[in-house]
């Protein structure tokens, strides 16, 4: 409704109201526009918030994992008037993205009740955190973090806001007591950045460092890590406060069971990740809570011999409204295994089709339940719960009360003990021997834990990352992946199989009844550069290729249409030319049309092995050019481990060398380079 229709009926209205007649027809016309007026108005307002929460939950991160657990929105977010209102003197914040973080706090607010510290989990972004000001005025009151870092150096989405107040503001902390443990992994450059830089400004702004920065390494044992540092957290926690430890039990449920609850069976989640149906009626728009069951339309084997498998997977995204750009990532939630999941039921002796539900017992948690309910355990096995990775120490000690065998229980109890022969125990029959539950369970017969108790101790299944190797100018309606099967003998004789990769290998297409994988889009900041006369470099060896695929078919189009377009080279490594060499006939095409440059490297096909890091070391100068002369952006992606830190090393070289810079400058040079983003890398381990 346009404003010149509305304003003349105003005048003869004030004319009519003198005239008291109660409804004349301009009255009517005049309500008419206001009605639609605010009818269109509050229309407006609703789709500019669903375009502001889309435009968010698009917005690029410089990391690639969202939550997948997914708290509700407090109505209350004063964590002091919690603490206060239920007694308690601990809180524990948590940063994280796939749950461990959460984890670790969880059990250290649980600890708390043994050293006469009663104490809350926390998210950051739920609580009003300036009231960190004010928890001094709860006596004997303790901060604890457990923070995650991801990408350069970044938060996680739910500490996001918290780090921005920490590093913009300058409250006054003087009183607050306060520890913090880190989660990171040593393969990335930017290890455990977040925790480290929480500490110290913790104490710039004036806190009291009640024990020292806990740093856990995920590349290692950050379970050890973690218990290793809480063993000395306690005693230094009880000696700052002048506490004892009770030596209460803390091996209380945080979850109160209900099983056959009264629901009609249209109330019984299915495997949804947040709202009930939502997997059949599909509403757009998708994302972590909400995946599009997209059809798997092209699912074929990339290699051409050899013992593993590579998938080239395409989903269909039509009509989900879901865009993508390349080098984006997409998000599946795959589904643990059948036989995996019939085991546990067999081990345990239990119906897995009995309806059950979990409510969280502390009323204060905004975390009512550990994932939907009501459910199936059949569901919650199949779903929610992570039943493939190495169970946590703290898990492995719950399971101690319910082993009949007192071999059996000693060995669980040891492993969960922070004794050195314990913390070793653990390490080899857990961590190297690769167990997950089901094989301990196996192995340790007598141990028949509730399976209600064991849903409340796993973790949630994750939902897995892969960065999408088309892109959306020639491929708007379908997502391309390309994934290497996951499958491998354990220490013990057992084959284990990856969850999402052996789940999407069976997902083999046959029309008209294409099979489904719940997805969503995860944007990234892996981008090629605006402007195509840009040259790039892009470093990536087996699976590594996946997001160049997407890079060199736009460069492609880019071409074709006449646009000049700078050098685009390629440093791709696999195994054996004959074997795992992927997309060889794509990739020599695009050679033969001037669209690319390659480099490969075959690092089996000869006695010494030849890696793409060889390779650069030997282009020096033609890295130099694209970097250092023409402005150029080089991207890594693929193994984090080693391959992107020897690639970073060789980088530092060429700029060093063929930019006669110092080694400092080097590194100033390479920062920049990052900071710019001309210097991007997609990683994994
Ligand atoms: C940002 C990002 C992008 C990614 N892009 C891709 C991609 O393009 N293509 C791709 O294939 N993957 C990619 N990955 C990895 C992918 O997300 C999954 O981790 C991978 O597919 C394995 O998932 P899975 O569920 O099959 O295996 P899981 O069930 O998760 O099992 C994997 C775990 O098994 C263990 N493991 C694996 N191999 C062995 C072994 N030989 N010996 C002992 N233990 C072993 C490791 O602990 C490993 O973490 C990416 C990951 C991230 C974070
Ligand atoms: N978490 C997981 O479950 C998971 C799943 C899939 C992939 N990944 C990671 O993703 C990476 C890529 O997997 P992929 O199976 O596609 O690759 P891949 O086939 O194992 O390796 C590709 C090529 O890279 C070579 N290479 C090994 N080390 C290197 C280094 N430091 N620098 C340069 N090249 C090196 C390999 O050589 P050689 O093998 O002959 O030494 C091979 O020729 C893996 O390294 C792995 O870390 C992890
Ligand atoms: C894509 C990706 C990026 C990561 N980036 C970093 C990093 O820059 N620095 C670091 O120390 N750890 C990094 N990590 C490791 C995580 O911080 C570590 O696995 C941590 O345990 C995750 O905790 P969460 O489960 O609570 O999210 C990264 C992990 C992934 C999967």
């Known amino acids: 409704m346009g404003a010149a229709e509305a304003e003349p009926a105003a005048a003869p209205v004030e004319a009519a109201a003198e005239e008291e007649p109660l409804l004349g027809a301009l009255d009517v016309v005049l309500l008419a526009v206001l009605l639609a007026g605010a009818i269109w108005w509050l229309m407006r307002s609703r789709r500019q918030r669903a375009e502001a929460a889309a435009a968010a939950a698009a917005a690029p991160k410089s990391y690639s994992i969202q939550p997948t657990a997914l708290g509700a929105q407090p109505s209350d977010q004063s964590f002091v008037k919690k603490l206060r209102s ?25 600890e708390g009740i043994r050293y006469r510290l009663k104490g809350m989990v926390a998210d950051p972004e739920e609580c009003d955190m300036e009231e960190l000001t004010s928890l001094k005025e709860i006596s004997n009151s303790l901060a604890v973090f457990c923070l995650a870092t991801y990408g350069e150096g970044d938060p996680t989405d739910n500490a996001m ?28 450059e930017h290890y455990n950045e977040v925790a480290k830089y929480v500490d110290r400004r913790l104490e710039e702004l004036g806190a009291t460092r009640v024990y020292e920065l806990g740093l856990g390494d995920d590349d290692a044992n950050i379970e050890d890590d973690f218990i290793t540092w809480k063993d000395k957290f306690w005693p230094a926690v009880c ?45 757009a728009p998708f994302d972590a809570k909400n995946p599009f069951l997209a059809k798997i339309i092209v699912n074929r084997e990339l290699h051409k011999a050899g013992d593993r498998s590579c998938m080239h ?61 009501p459910c199936s355990y059949r569901t919650a096995l199949t779903h929610y719960l992570d039943i ?67 849903c409340e101790l796993l973790p949630r299944l994750q939902a897995r990352y892969y960065s999408i190797s088309s892109s959306p100018k020639v491929y708007a309606n379908t997502v391309h992946v390309t994934a290497v099967l996951v499958e491998y003998e354990t220490p ?19 029309e008209p009844d294409f099979p489904l994988a719940p997805i ?41 249409e006449g646009k000049p377009v700078g050098d685009s ?57 694209v970097i250092g002369e023409n402005n150029g952006h080089l991207y890594v992606c693929g193994d984090a481990k080693n391959m992107a830190r020897d690639v970073h090393n060789i980088v530092l070289k060429v700029v060093q060398e063929k930019g006669s810079m110092s080694e400092a400058e080097a590194l100033t040079y390479v920062k920049k380079m990052e900071a710019q983003k001309r210097y991007s890398a997609d990683v994994w381990s």
């Open 86 to 110: 239920s007694g308690r003197s601990l809180v524990v914040f948590y940063g994280s993205q796939t749950g461990t973080g959460e984890e670790f706090a969880g059990r250290l607010a649980k």
């Open 161 to 188: 806001e918290f780090y921005e107040w920490l590093q913009n503001g300058d409250p006054d902390l003087a009183g607050l007591n306060y520890a913090v443990f880190g989660l990171g992994n040593k393969t990335y």
């Open 239 to 283: 000696e700052h406060f002048g506490i004892e430890a009770t030596g209460e039990d803390v091996s209380v449920r945080q979850y109160r069971l209900t099983e056959n609850p009264e629901v009609a069976p249209d109330r019984v989640y299915c495997g949804e990740v947040a709202r009930l149906h939502s997997l059949k009626n599909q509403r």
């Open 313 to 373: 997977i395409e989903f269909d995204i039509e009509g989900s409204k879901m865009r993508y750009d390349s080098g984006d990532h997409l998000a599946v939630y795959p589904t643990n295994n059948e036989q995996l999941v019939n085991r546990i039921g067999e081990l345990l002796g239990v119906d897995l089709d009995i309806i059950f539900t979990l409510t969280n017992t502390d009323e204060d948690s905004s975390k009512k339940h550990p994932f939907p309910c």
């Open 388 to 454: 493939t990775s190495n169970p946590r120490t703290h898990v492995l000690k719950e399971l101690g009360e319910y082993a009949k065998d007192p071999k059996e229980q000693e060995k669980l109890k040891s492993m969960a003990s922070t004794s050195p022969e314990g913390k070793q125990l653990y390490n080899q029959w857990i961590i190297q021997d690769n167990r997950n539950i089901v094989h301990i369970l196996e192995d340790l017969p007598s141990c028949k834990p509730a399976l209600d108790h064991l």
């Open 492 to 510: 013990t004789g057992r084959i284990n199989k990856g969850v999402a990769t052996s789940w999407l290998k069976q997902k083999q297409p046959s």
């Open 520 to 560: 969503y889009i995860r944007r990234s900041q892996f981008r090629l550069p605006t402007r195509h006369q840009t040259p790039i470099i892009m470093i990536g060896p087996g699976t590594g290729l996946a997001p160049f695929r997407g890079f060199i078919q736009e460069r492609h189009i880019a071409k074709e």
């Open 569 to 625: 080279i390629l440093y791709f490594g696999c195994r054996k030319k004959s074997e795992d060499f992927i997309y060889q006939e794509e990739l020599e095409e695009y050679v033969k049309k001037g669209v690319l440059t390659m480099h490969t490297a075959f690092s089996r096909d000869q006695p010494n092995k030849v890696y793409v890091t060889h390779l650069l070391e030997k282009n020096m100068d033609e890295i130099w050019r």
